[in-house]
């Protein structure tokens, strides 16, 4: 650096110097750094080579990062010096403040020890200060603490001279700061292990409150710390952005209430059990606009090794996709597709949920309604009306109070019995099965195709649905064949349902420009603990057709 008492050739190279100190700070790990550090001799500083070299945790020291030469990287990367050369080296060489210089004429001791070099041999130097290739020009790296961090190693000097006051003093002054900024990097490397520890390990979170406050808010997916115990117990203590974007909720509305708040009204159980055992639950939390969204929960209770629990750590990961198909897939597996009404399985189950196989207890005689125990349970609905029970086809003989009875001490204690009404009288009430079978849809399949009769049945299963009370069942059970639950009601009130229910189908349906008509037959059967499903399904199945050949063909005619 001749120039260098020029003061704009000083200030120019303070800037590439500050630039090159400025870059450290961007590094990301360590590598990035040590790179950097090279980089930074042959931006800066104006020499045309620079390699690093780091001590590793034995005490040797390998080049880690070279710049200015594809080739003296490639002879040199990744080769390690021992200790005890280096050391050598360093107390061989003339000291130019906190640098280390050896002249070619002392540095030919050194050809034979292990430290990787690039040198070679030149002509003697013109004048005194002219750069040798077989110079030495050393600087170190230490730790605030005094320890040695490395060794920076620079050549070939831009202006072929050795540096002067200036170009020392400013070597020696970015040496200082790499040191630095490899402290920095190391530490960070260190915290990054540290945050894995943290995951198999509750007990190392309180280790470094800054390891854990970088793994808090950088991480992809929400974090939440909560309170344990005491009057603030379950507060949200503290959020990383990411819960944040998921709820859409900003960090100080979620530090003033806790997942309790947020969560769904029919997970609030789950959370409280996953809360107070730690593990994982999947359930839903409320965003700010009002939905809710499906979030996996992996909770993790951080305790003192003096005070037992402190807080417990949350991990909250959106699963709502996942959700979305396996409804989806539930929704295939237990609904029909044409018609989207529940299937045969679907139905068989809901209907069998409401039934046990342990009859309700009959009372004595004197108890006995005016129907008496021995009416049939079933009724047939067609055109005509309310038809007329056979007598054994599905009896059951029942008190005259109908409803649901208390379940007797000793057995099934969290079953309510389902019992049929025992007679016309409007205060009992039951469940109602009402098998539907389309009549006439045959003929509109064979004279129009099944395009046509899938969209007859897509017609009725709409109009089916909107027949009903919303927390009643319509189901297809396959084919033209519908059944419909509908919980509550006395027997006038099923007549009732399934006369509007078959003039709801009645009217014509409009397909491809043409109007086709179906007629429905209904049969009325009372699911009651003591049945199986089937049996249920199979007594309203019969009453239809009893029903269905009560009537002449002319009035089931359709199409």
Same mark, same amino acid.
């Given at each position: 650096?001749?120039?260098?008492?020029?003061?704009?050739?000083?200030?120019?190279?303070?800037?590439?110097?500050?630039?090159?100190?400025?870059?450290?700070?961007?590094?990301?790990?360590?590598?990035?750094?040590?790179?950097?550090?090279?980089?930074?001799?042959?931006?800066?500083?104006?020499?045309?080579?620079?390699?690093?070299?780091?001590?590793?945790?034995?005490?040797?020291?390998?080049?880690?990062?070279?710049?200015?030469?594809?080739?003296?990287?490639?002879?040199?990367?990744?080769?390690?010096?021992?200790?005890?050369?280096?050391?050598?080296?360093?107390?061989?060489?003339?000291?130019?403040?906190?640098?280390?210089?050896?002249?070619?004429?002392?540095?030919?001791?050194?050809?034979?020890?292990?430290?990787?070099?690039?040198?070679?041999?030149?002509?003697?130097?013109?004048?005194?200060?002219?750069?040798?290739?077989?110079?030495?020009?050393?600087?170190?790296?230490?730790?605030?603490?005094?320890?040695?961090?490395?060794?920076?190693?620079?050549?070939?000097?831009?202006?072929?001279?050795?540096?002067?006051?200036?170009?020392?003093?400013?070597?020696?002054?970015?040496?200082?700061?790499?040191?630095?900024?490899?402290?920095?990097?190391?530490?960070?490397?260190?915290?990054?292990?540290?945050?894995?520890?943290?995951?198999?390990?509750?007990?190392?979170?309180?280790?470094?409150?800054?390891?854990?406050?970088?793994?808090?808010?950088?991480?992809?997916?929400?974090?939440?710390?909560?309170?344990?115990?005491?009057?603030?117990?379950?507060?949200?203590?503290?959020?990383?952005?990411?819960?944040?974007?998921?709820?859409?909720?900003?960090?100080?509305?979620?530090?003033?209430?806790?997942?309790?708040?947020?969560?769904? &009204?029919?997970? +609030?159980? $789950?959370?409280?059990?996953?809360?107070? =055992?730690?593990? !994982?639950? *999947? @359930?839903? %939390? #409320?965003? /700010?606009?009002?939905?809710?969204?499906?979030?996996?929960?992996?909770?993790?209770?951080?305790?003192?090794?003096?005070?037992? &629990?402190?807080? +417990?750590? $949350?991990?909250?990961?959106?699963?709502? =996709?996942?959700? !979305?198909? *396996? @409804?989806? %897939? #539930?929704? /295939?597996?237990?609904?029909?597709?044409?018609?989207?009404?529940?299937?045969?399985?679907?139905?068989?189950?809901?209907?069998?949920?409401?039934?046990?196989?342990?009859?309700?207890?009959?009372?004595?005689?004197?108890?006995?309604?005016?129907?008496?125990?021995?009416?049939?349970?079933?009724?047939?609905?067609?055109?005509?009306?309310?038809?007329?029970?056979?007598?054994?086809?599905?009896?059951?003989?029942?008190?005259?109070?109908?409803?649901?009875?208390?379940?007797?001490?000793?057995?099934?204690?969290?079953?309510?019995?389902?019992?049929?009404?025992?007679?016309?009288?409007?205060?009992?009430?039951?469940?109602?099965?009402?098998?539907?079978?389309?009549?006439?849809?045959?003929?509109?399949?064979?004279?129009?195709?099944?395009?046509?009769?899938?969209?007859?049945?897509?017609?009725?299963?709409?109009?089916?649905?909107?027949?009903?009370?919303?927390?009643?069942?319509?189901?297809?059970?396959?084919?033209?064949?519908?059944?419909?639950?509908?919980?509550?009601?006395?027997?006038?009130?099923?007549?009732?349902?399934?006369?509007?229910?078959?003039?709801?189908?009645?009217?014509?349906?409009?397909?491809?420009?043409?109007?086709?008509?179906?007629?429905?037959?209904?049969?009325?059967?009372?699911?009651?603990?003591?049945?199986?499903?089937?049996?249920?399904?199979?007594?309203?199945?019969?009453?239809?057709?009893?029903?269905?050949?009560?009537?002449?063909?002319?009035?089931?005619?359709?199409?």
């Amino acid at each position: 650096m001749e120039a260098e008492s020029e003061p704009y050739v000083r200030l120019a190279t303070l800037r590439r110097l500050h630039q090159s100190m400025a870059d450290l700070n961007t590094a990301r790990s360590l590598a990035d750094t040590l790179q950097t550090v090279a980089d930074g001799i042959v931006k800066g500083l104006d020499f045309e080579l620079a390699a690093v070299n780091l001590v590793k945790p034995d005490g040797d020291l390998v080049v880690a990062a070279v710049a200015g030469s594809e080739g003296a990287e490639a002879m040199m990367a990744g080769r390690t010096g021992s200790r005890a050369a280096w050391e050598r080296r360093l107390a061989l060489g003339e000291r130019w403040g906190e640098l280390r210089f050896i002249p070619y004429t002392e540095a030919w001791v050194l050809t034979d020890d292990d430290v990787p070099q690039w040198h070679t041999a030149g002509p003697a130097p013109r004048y005194a200060d002219e750069w040798h290739p077989m110079d030495l020009l050393m600087a170190p790296m230490h730790s605030s603490d005094g320890e040695l961090l490395g060794v920076i190693s620079v050549d070939k000097p831009r202006n072929g001279r050795r540096p002067g006051a200036w170009g020392r003093e400013a070597l020696q002054m970015y040496a200082f700061q790499a040191g630095i900024a490899i402290s920095n990097a190391r530490l960070r490397a260190n915290m990054q292990r540290a945050l894995v520890r943290l995951e198999r390990e509750q007990q190392a979170l309180r280790a470094s409150e800054e390891s854990f406050r970088q793994a808090f808010e950088y991480a992809p997916s929400g974090m939440a710390v909560t309170e344990l115990g005491g009057d603030q117990h379950g507060r949200l203590v503290r959020t990383n952005d990411a819960l944040c974007r998921l709820l859409g909720r900003p960090a100080a509305a979620l530090r003033r209430c806790s997942f309790s708040d947020l969560v769904h &009204p029919e997970d +609030l159980a $789950t959370l409280l059990r996953t809360s107070a =055992e730690g593990g !994982r639950a *999947e @359930l839903r %939390l #409320a965003r /700010r606009d009002g939905s809710f969204l499906w979030v996996s929960l992996r909770n993790s209770v951080v305790a003192d090794a003096t005070d037992g &629990p402190r807080f +417990l750590l $949350t991990h909250v990961e959106d699963i709502e =996709e996942r959700k !979305r198909h *396996e @409804l989806q %897939l #539930a929704h /295939r597996a237990s609904h029909d597709s044409l018609t989207g009404l529940p299937n045969s399985a679907e139905l068989r189950a809901r209907l069998g949920a409401r039934l046990c196989d342990k009859p309700a207890p009959v009372p004595d005689a004197a108890q006995m309604g005016p129907g008496g125990a021995g009416g049939a349970l079933d009724g047939g609905f067609g055109s005509d009306g309310f038809g007329t029970g056979v007598p054994g086809l599905d009896g059951f003989g029942l008190d005259g109070f109908g409803g649901v009875l208390p379940e007797p001490a000793g057995g099934y204690e969290h079953h309510v019995h389902t019992v049929p009404p025992a007679s016309d009288d409007p205060s009992e009430k039951g469940l109602a099965v009402l098998f539907c079978d389309l009549d006439g849809f045959k003929s509109i399949n064979d004279r129009f195709g099944h395009h046509c009769g899938d969209a007859v049945l897509i017609e009725v299963a709409r109009r089916l649905s909107s027949g009903v009370r919303d927390n009643d069942t319509v189901a297809r059970l396959g084919g033209d064949e519908f059944v419909v639950l509908a919980d509550g009601l006395c027997r006038g009130d099923a007549a009732d349902l399934a006369v509007r229910l078959r003039n709801a189908i009645i009217p014509p349906i409009r397909v491809e420009g043409r109007a086709v008509r179906v007629g429905a037959s209904f049969g009325i059967s009372w699911a009651g603990c003591g049945m199986s499903a089937e049996e249920v399904l199979h007594s309203a199945d019969q009453r239809m057709y009893v029903e269905k050949r009560s009537r002449s063909k002319a009035h089931r005619r359709a199409g």
